[in-house]
């Protein structure tokens, strides 16, 4: 099957997407710049941010399209444009996005969802969408979560937002993977003038991140037979690392079974249909340092064209992303919801009858 046969290249190109957006700064290799750069993102305590995804392009025949799920619900969306603003402090952990999802065409129609969170706490505002009948009463108003009665309900440990053990972290996981590719082949610098960037972000270095079909077998040759199993290690006698993902220890000795499992002519046999069948891959990552080595800009675009006897077309998404205010007074548009203007789950499915079923929280 196509999906399958594909599997070890999206895992490489999320693995590589990670590492570019992970952090990023002439005199010093790309290696040496991306670990300086996780570093000296850990002193972040708070900013401002805003971004934008969109698919620039989305070509498959409609006979294609009824036999791939996954790529009609693509094609539903393919004029849509997401984007969002926002704002984060670390202490107290006070963070807020405002989600908001453009449809073009004959329905026309944008939909904004701001989003507030708290260590223990989430609220959603309901949003007016006028296909829905939302009863006034609960109109724009906030649903409030409760992280910890959601955890307890659920049987799971409640979610933690830990900046500083995420990037120690992620400072651990990109020395493995640099430690295993040659990073001359993936990442370089490039003149701030020639990275095409807006005119309001000013940078004083661009790291770009370039990956193309030719450099997929290598890169996965290289997470399944060293960087995956140096991972799984890294995690295994990480127990701050597995509750940040969290993970349990029974988790990675399963992957670690799995991973062993896995034959070397199965990955060749894998490559070579992706090969045959993968016309064209591109990724491109810009990713902005600031005079201070901040990271505070990137952008990514990924294009693909696909030729197969199950599904041929071709995608292309761009995302970007900007953050601004580092370490300053961060400007909240919302703050955290109070009063009349916060409603429980129980009370929205209470004013709507029921319409949603009976929705569980705790799933």
Not at 212 to 229: G, R
Not at 345 to 353: N, T
Request: hydrophobic content about 40%; charged content about 30%.
């Amino acid at each position: 099957m196509f999906k399958r046969k594909l599997g070890f290249a999206i895992l490489a190109v999320m693995m590589t997407v990670a590492l570019v957006l992970s952090g990023c700064s002439k005199d010093k290799s790309p290696r040496d710049v991306l670990q300086s750069s996780i570093t000296k993102s850990a002193d972040i305590k708070s900013y401002n941010f805003k971004g934008s995804m969109k698919i620039d392009d989305f070509n498959f025949p409609d006979e294609d399209l009824n036999a791939t799920e996954a790529a009609a619900i693509v094609n539903a969306l393919k004029s849509a444009e997401l984007s969002w603003t926002g704002a984060y402090q670390a202490d107290p952990l006070l963070m807020e996005v405002n989600l908001q999802l453009a449809l073009k065409g004959d329905l026309a129609i944008t939909f904004n969802i701001p989003v507030v969170m708290t260590e223990k706490k989430v609220w959603v505002k309901i949003p007016n969408i006028p296909m829905l009948p939302i009863p006034e009463t609960v109109l724009n108003k906030f649903i409030e979560l409760d992280l910890e009665k959601l955890a307890e309900e659920s049987g799971q440990p409640m979610p933690k937002m830990d900046v500083s053990k995420s990037q120690k972290f992620t400072s651990d996981l990109m020395a493995i993977i640099f430690k295993h590719i040659e990073e001359d082949k993936y990442l370089s610098e490039v003149k701030v003038k020639d990275a095409g960037l807006p005119s309001d972000v000013d940078v004083k270095k661009v790291i770009q991140l370039h990956m193309d079909q030719t450099q997929i077998e290598p890169l996965i040759n290289a997470i399944v037979e060293k960087i995956a199993p140096e991972v799984i290690e890294l995690l295994s006698k990480n127990q701050e690392y597995r509750d940040l993902l969290n993970l349990k220890q029974k988790d990675l000795d399963t992957a670690k079974k799995e991973l062993a499992d896995v034959k070397s002519s199965d990955i060749s046999e894998a490559l070579g249909d992706m090969k045959k069948e993968l016309k064209k891959f591109d990724l491109k990552v810009n990713y902005g340092l600031d005079k201070k080595d901040y990271p505070i800009y990137t952008d990514a675009s990924i294009s693909a064209a696909i030729e197969s006897d199950e599904v041929t077309g071709s995608l292309g998404i761009k995302i970007v992303s900007q953050t601004t205010g580092i370490n300053e007074k961060p400007k909240f548009d919302i703050g955290e919801p109070k009063g009349d203007n916060v409603i429980t789950m129980e009370d929205l499915e209470s004013e709507m009858g029921g319409l949603f079923g009976g929705f569980d929280p705790s799933l």
